[in-house]
């Protein structure tokens, strides 16, 4: 494994631990500051601008696509930052608050997100950290 997807994994992974653990701590807080900037497209294009360089920077620095799961989830996770901030960029202003509060106060959605957060975080924290970097 190389020390870049090794560092990436631990990186990712506990960005989302933190992020799963804050939304089941913090719910209404975490709500309220969506809430806030989605309505705000000023700060829905600052968003989009850092979202899209740090998509940038991981795929740019990590495209593997081959080399078993955990390098595959590490380029998928770059992918799916970029795509998500060209939305916040290039999306209607009028659309975000109806798109993403309508998925984050639906409890459903809101513990769905949460799971799939933590599950990956979980996934690329372990992977990081019990992984070998190749010599």
């Known amino acids: 494994m190389s020390t870049r997807t090794i560092f990436l994994s631990r990186l990712i992974g506990l960005y989302c631990i933190v992020v799963a653990l804050l939304m089941v701590i913090r719910k209404p807080a975490v709500i309220d500051t969506v809430t806030a900037y989605s309505q705000s497209p000023s700060m829905m294009i600052f968003l989009g601008m850092v979202v899209v360089v740090a998509g940038l920077a991981m795929i740019l620095a990590h495209n593997i696509w081959c080399g078993g799961a955990l390098p595959v989830v590490v380029t998928l996770v770059g992918w799916l930052a970029l795509i998500k901030g060209l939305l916040f960029l290039f999306l209607p202003a009028d659309a975000y608050p109806g798109i993403i509060l309508c998925w984050l106060r639906n409890p459903l959605l809101f513990y ?8 990956i975080g979980v996934y690329l ?4 950290f019990s992984s070998k970097a190749r010599s």
């Open 112 to 119: 769905v997100s949460l799971a799939l957060i933590l599950l």
């Open 125 to 128: 924290t372990y992977g990081g």
